[in-house]
């Protein structure tokens, strides 16, 4: 019974710190959510990809691979359960907002992008870029700095250069 779950399941292996590893098992159809693990299992190497944990060294922390894999999680089931596209929408836009409000300067958010494109996991990519574009949109030079915790350290004679250089960006 063991062996015949094991070879459901994928573990990920992530960083909960600096030098220690943290294991996330999941099911073989959560991890097919990622083309870089669907092209692996799918691939015949002559491995057995499902003994041994998938190294994430390039997701900085569990918490960010935790939350990917939830995301990952949800759309699986999502298509297994036909859950209807309002649903899943919903769940996206909380999802997105979960991970912008993460931290007070979107490092978690950033992380969980860079996550989704080194595990190529396309939808969650695209829902993260459509999240951090819409979190831009319309803002003032002030607003991006009070989003992204940037102090303006230009003196209002270099600030007023800057405009004057650059005043074809505003028209």
Known sequence: MENK??????????????????????????AMESEVVKNFIEKD????????????????????L???????????????????????KTWDNEFAEKALSADKNQ???????LAANFLQIEDLFCLLLKAGADLLKDKSVEELRQIFKIE????????????????????
């Open 107 to 113: 490092v978690t958010f950033c992380h969980i992008l």
């Open 152 to 171: 303006n350290d230009f003196s209002e004679q270099e600030e007023e250069a800057i405009v004057q250089e650059t005043k074809w960006t505003y028209a």
């Open 5 to 30: 779950m094991a070879a459901n399941t994928v573990t990920f292996r992530g960083l909960r710190d600096e030098e220690v590893y943290e294991d996330f098992e999941v099911e073989k159809a959560v």
């Open 66 to 88: 935790e939350m990917v894999l939830d995301y990952c999680k949800f759309h699986a089931h999502a298509r297994s359960f036909t859950i209807p596209d309002d649903d899943v």
């Open 45 to 64: 190497t002559g491995m057995e990809p499902l003994r041994f944990p998938i190294p994430c060294r390039n997701i900085k922390s569990g918490k960010v």
